[in-house]
C-alpha cells in the first residue's frame, strides 16, 4: 500500500494477536448492529421479473435493470451486480449514490428513498434524510475552538454520507487546515472510560492492517478497514476520555482514515476514498498531527493525479507539503514531495516534476527511521526509484526510466502481488516508448498473471492501458500472445 515493498511476513493472521482489542473497543461503545433493509426486500419482491415466468425480480435482475436505467440516463455503462444490491438488502450500504438512488427509485415505483429504506446513519437511532438534502461536505470540519461530542457526531455523519462531494471541497479543506488553528479536544464524558492503553492499542491495530495492505489488494481489505474504523469512530463518540487519550483516538481514526481511502482507491471506489480522506484531514487536524494530516491530503492528491484533474492533484499534494514540512520527518517530507512530483508529472510538467524528484532525494538522505511515524515504514530506496521511473515514463523518457524500473523490481517477489504487477505496469510502457515492443509484451504478460490474483482495480486498469499502448503493434508474435491472454482474463478491449 502505503506499504509497498515491506518485507515483513504478516498475512490475515496478524491481526489474531490482537482479538481482545476488537472486543474491548466494541464494549467501549454502543453496538449498532446492521439491520436488514426490508423495505428495498419487499419492493424488489413486489417486482415482477422481466422474463415474464412470474415470479419476483431477482437481486440480479435488479441490478441489471438499474445499470440500463443509468445507461439510458446518461450514456454511461455502470455495472452494479447481485452482491451489490445484497449488501444493500442485508443493511451493510444505507445510502447509495444519488445516480443508484435515483435508478433504483424508477425501476421499483419508489417515490421518495424513504420508501426503499435508504437513509445516512447517525449510530442510533437512525436518522431519515430526505433525498433532496443538501450533501453533507467536508467544509466546516474543521471549524471551532472545541473539539467534542457535536464534532464527532459530524465527522461521523459525514464518514457515513455517500453522496457526492462537490469537486472543490478537497481545495476548500486543504486550505483551512492550513490557517485555522487545531481544536482543544474537550475531555469526554460518556460511556465507558478508555485509556491511552486502550488507544494505543488502536493505533497498533491500524499498523497491522496496514501491513496486511502489503500483500491483500483494496477489493480485500476495504470491507475490513471499513468496519474497524467504524469502531473506532463509534469509540470516539460514545465513550469518555482525557484530552490526551482523545487525540491518541483522533490520530488513530486518521490513519485509518488514511488508509480506508488508501484501499478504497485500489478497490475503484474514487468517491468513498475522498471522503475518508477528508474525514480522516479532520480527525488528525484535532489531533494537532500535521504530517498526518499532509498524508491523507497528500494521498488524495495521489488518487485526483490518477483519475481526476492533475492540476488539482498539484495544488493538494503542494498544500500539503508546505502545511506539514516544518513539523515532518525527513522521510515523511520525501514521501509527501513524491506525491508532489508525480501530481505534475501527469499535469506535464517536467521542470516541476525533476525538480520535486531531486528534492526527494535530498529530504530522504536525511531519513531516521527512530524519528518516523508508523505509517511511512515503506518508503525506502527501491520505492523512491520506482517513483522516479515512473515520473520519467509519464513524462515519455523512457531511456533512464527502464534503468530505474528494472533495477528495483528485481527486489520484489511475486508475494507483493499487486505492487510487482504495478511497477511492471510502468516498465512494460516504458519499453513501448522506447520502442522495444517483444520485451513489452513479455513484462505485460507477467503483469497481466500477477494482476489476475489480487483485487485490484488500479492493477486491472493498468494492464489495460498497457494493452491498449500495445494494440498498434498487432501482428507481432509476443503482442499477439499477450492480446490473447489479455481477452481471456480482461475480455475483448
Known amino acids: 500500500m502505503t506499504g509497498f515493498g515491506a518485507r515483513d511476513d504478516l498475512s490475515r493472521a496478524g491481526l489474531d494477536e490482537r482479538d481482545n482489542l476488537g472486543r474491548e473497543a466494541a464494549a467501549a461503545v454502543s453496538d449498532h448492529p446492521e ?25 440480479q435482475e435488479l441490478a441489471e435493470a438499474v445499470n440500463a436505467w443509468l445507461f439510458a440516463d446518461t450514456g454511461r455503462e455502470f455495472r452494479l451486480d447481485e452482491t451489490y444490491i445484497g449488501k444493500l438488502e442485508r443493511g451493510e450500504h444505507r445510502w447509495p449514490n444519488s445516480r443508484y438512488r435515483a435508478a433504483l427509485r424508477a425501476v421499483l ?23 433532496s438534502a443538501r450533501p453533507v461536505g467536508a467544509s466546516g470540519l474543521l471549524g471551532g475552538d472545541t ?22 471541497e478537497a481545495l476548500r479543506l486543504s486550505h483551512e487546515w492550513r490557517v485555522i488553528d487545531a481544536p482543544q479536544v474537550a475531555e469526554m464524558r460518556a460511556g465507558r472510560r478508555v485509556g491511552r492503553r486502550l488507544a494505543a492499542m488502536v493505533t497498533e491495530r491500524a499498523d497491522a492492517l496496514r501491513r496486511m495492505d502489503d500483500f491483500l489488494g483494496g477489493g480485500d481489505m476495504h470491507d475490513l478497514v471499513r468496519r474497524e474504523l467504524r469502531v473506532t469512530v463509534d469509540m470516539v463518540r460514545g465513550a469518555s476520555y482525557s484530552e490526551a487519550t482523545g487525540r491518541l483516538l483522533l490520530a488513530a481514526v486518521g490513519e485509518l482514515c488514511q488508509l480506508a481511502g488508501w484501499v ?10 475522498e471522503r475518508y480522506y477528508l474525514g480522516g484531514v479532520s480527525a488528525a487536524h484535532a489531533a494537532q498531527d500535521n504530517p498526518l494530516a499532509a498524508n491523507l491530503l497528500s494521498s488524495l492528491a495521489y488518487q485526483k493525479a490518477n483519475v481526476a484533474d492533475p492540476r488539482d492533484a498539484v495544488l493538494l499534494a503542494s498544500s500539503a507539503y508546505h502545511g506539514a514540512k516544518a513539523a515532518a520527518t525527513a522521510t515523511t517530507r520525501a514521501l509527501l514531495l513524491e506525491r508532489v512530483a508525480w501530481a505534475n508529472a501527469r499535469f506535464g510538467d517536467p521542470q516541476a516534476t525533476l525538480r520535486a524528484l531531486g528534492e526527494v532525494d535530498e529530504a530522504y538522505a536525511d531519513t531516521d527511521p527512530r524519528m518516523d511515524p508508523a505509517w511511512v515504514y515503506w518508503l525506502n530506496r527501491e520505492e523512491i526509484a520506482v517513483m522516479a521511473g515512473r515520473c520519467l515514463t509519464q513524462l515519455k523518457r523512457p531511456t533512464n526510466a527502464i534503468g530505474l524500473l528494472a533495477t528495483a523490481v528485481d527486489s520484489y517477489d511475486d508475494a507483493h502481488a499487486r505492487e510487482l504487477s504495478l511497477y511492471l505496469s510502468w516498465l512494460a510502457e516504458a519499453h513501448v516508448y522506447d520502442g522495444n515492443v517483444d520485451e513489452a509484451a513479455d513484462i505485460a504478460a507477467r503483469c497481466l498473471t500477477l494482476s489476475a490474483g489480487v483485487t485490484s482495480a488500479r492493477g486491472v486498469e493498468r494492464v489495460r492501458v498497457v494493452r491498449r499502448l500495445l494494440a498498434p503493434h498487432h501482428g507481432n508474435a509476443a503482442v499477439d500472445a499477450f492480446a490473447e491472454q489479455a481477452a481471456s482474463v480482461l475480455g475483448p478491449p
Open 35 to 59: 439491520t436488514p433493509n426490508e423495505l428495498l426486500r419487499s419492493a424488489r419482491l413486489r417486482t415482477p421479473s422481466p422474463s415474464g415466468s412470474g415470479r419476483a425480480m431477482s437481486r
Open 109 to 131: 415505483g419508489a417515490a421518495a428513498d424513504a420508501d426503499l429504506g435508504f437513509y445516512t446513519m447517525r449510530g442510533s437511532p437512525l436518522l431519515v434524510v430526505d433525498s
Open 147 to 168: 473539539w467534542g461530542a457535536a464534532s464527532a457526531e459530524a465527522l461521523a455523519e459525514f464518514l457515513a454520507d455517500d453522496r457526492d462531494l462537490d469537486p472543490d
Open 264 to 273: 478504497a482507491s485500489d478497490a475503484g471506489l474514487n468517491g468513498q476514498a
